[in-house]
């Protein structure tokens, strides 16, 4: 059970449940829950937690294959950013520029923006980030989310999502503090440039609190 249609398929055959039943449950059409099966697409915001609840699972292993099938015993107390209505602890995943001026992003700007839910506690500024580049390798990959929430303090040897005063975007690195002075360390020691000093031209936009791999 390597994919998301074949958890699924192998969930809800073993619930004994229809198609029908799952498709009423998550307020989608038959065919939907035909090619989730087929991983063709997959559930989003509502549907994907709607989903999980009326198969009695959990929804991160449900999306990804890790940790248990089976639902956290209690429920960590979360709050979200009020966007279009989205679900209970499902916060969005945004493009490195919009992380770069994540204050100043409306509400408009993420109504169309894919949701997850995150494994750990975090606050309702949460947002989701994809991994680009090979420079945080091997600790991270390419094409891998990232949970970076805001309201976590940066203190020394944390992974952060930082603004430098001079790029339209985010970066991210692993901040290191040395007598008083700061830098943004490259996970990978190949990097080109593995050590960014920063003297005031950046702002530590947010702190990885969790990670995910899609696939």
């Given at each position: ?39 063709t697409n997959k559930p989003k ?171």
């Amino acid at each position: 059970m390597d994919t998301f249609g074949s958890r699924l398929f192998h969930l809800r055959k073993a619930r004994k449940l229809t198609q029908s039943s799952i498709a009423k449950a998550s307020g989608v059409s038959r065919s939907s829950v035909t090619l989730w099966e087929q991983d063709t697409n997959k559930p989003k915001g509502e549907s994907l937690m709607a989903l999980a609840s009326f198969l009695k699972c959990d929804v991160n292993w449900l999306l990804t294959g890790q940790g248990s099938p089976e639902p956290a015993k209690q429920e960590q107390e979360t709050t979200v950013v009020s966007v279009a209505l989205k679900p209970q602890g499902s916060y969005p995943v945004i493009s490195w520029v919009q992380a770069g001026g994540w204050n100043d992003i409306h509400l408009t700007d993420l109504h169309d923006a894919d949701y997850y839910p995150c494994p750990v506690r975090c606050s309702k500024n949460t947002f989701l980030l994809k991994v680009v580049g090979k420079s945080m390798n091997p600790v991270f990959r390419e094409g891998e989310l990232i949970f970076v929430d805001p309201d976590v303090e940066a203190v020394n040897g944390k992974y952060v999502v930082a603004r430098l005063d001079d790029e339209n975007q985010a970066t991210f690195k692993q901040l290191i503090i040395e007598d008083g002075k700061k830098f943004l360390q490259a996970a990978n020691p190949d990097w080109p440039t593995p050590i960014i000093p920063i003297n005031g031209n950046c702002t530590i936009v947010g702190v990885v609190i969790s990670s995910m791999k899609l696939f």
